[in-house]
């Protein structure tokens, strides 16, 4: 039988978060760090509410769970927020398109810094441009004089320290900087991603990396 209601946030604030949830009803919960594992029962299991601990609805996984929810038209599931030491405020009910999930929060999620990369022009690229973070491939967003934005396998946080190489072997740009903001996704029909802004300021190879874009560009 599908669980009506499943509840997701750190393993010793479930007991009781979920003793404020509807009596009698089946609960299936779901600890913070298994975030994939209750994406996967949501899925399969189409439950009425999807119940979530504010602390963690506002970390890069719970924000990418509920808008992987509110994305997918299948999940009509209501998402609440639930705050650790209080009930339920409802201040807002967004829904997602083409029918999808109504989310109850009690406060917006805190907008991410997307500043970094925005003191230059960026330019968009092309599909399939590879870079490399770290090592790492990553496919390159857009690129500036200043800075980055990559989709990558591997994992990528704020402040963290990078090094990116751009362009083929033959002739490759090297750049080091930090990592502005990030994002982890849960897309559709893909795997996880993180998304980020890389910041590296102003660089000596700020000619080549001009010439990459304008040739890169979508």
Not at 18 to 34: I, M, Y
Not at 47 to 63: C, H
Not at 173 to 186: K, L, N, T
Request: aromatic residues 4%; hydrophobic residues 45%.
């Amino acid at each position: 039988m599908s669980s009506r209601i499943v509840l997701i946030g750190p393993a010793d604030a479930l007991p009781a978060l979920q003793g404020r949830l509807e009596t009698g009803s089946e609960v299936q919960a779901f600890s913070d760090s298994d975030a994939l594992e209750a994406l996967d029962h949501i899925i399969r299991t189409k439950p009425s509410i999807v119940a979530l601990q504010d602390e963690f609805s506002t970390t890069s996984r719970g924000t990418a769970l509920i808008n992987r929810i509110k994305d997918d038209p299948a999940l009509t599931c209501e998402v609440r927020v639930l705050a650790r030491d209080s009930e339920l405020n409802r201040v807002a009910v967004k829904r997602g398109q083409a029918g999808g999930a109504a989310v109850a929060v009690d406060e917006p999620a805190p907008a991410l810094d997307q500043r970094g990369t925005r003191r230059a022009a960026r330019i968009r690229v092309r599909d399939g441009v590879e870079v490399a973070v770290d090592g790492n491939a990553a496919v390159l967003v857009d690129l500036s004089m200043v800075g980055a934005q990559v989709v990558s396998a591997t994992v990528l946080k704020p402040n963290q320290r990078v090094r990116i190489t751009i362009g083929d072997a033959k002739a490759p740009v090297r750049c080091a900087g930090a990592v502005a903001w990030a994002a982890f996704e849960m897309p559709k029909g893909m795997p996880t991603r993180y998304r980020a802004g890389i910041d590296w300021g102003m660089t000596a190879d700020g000619p080549a990396i001009e010439d990459f874009a304008e040739k890169n560009k979508k």
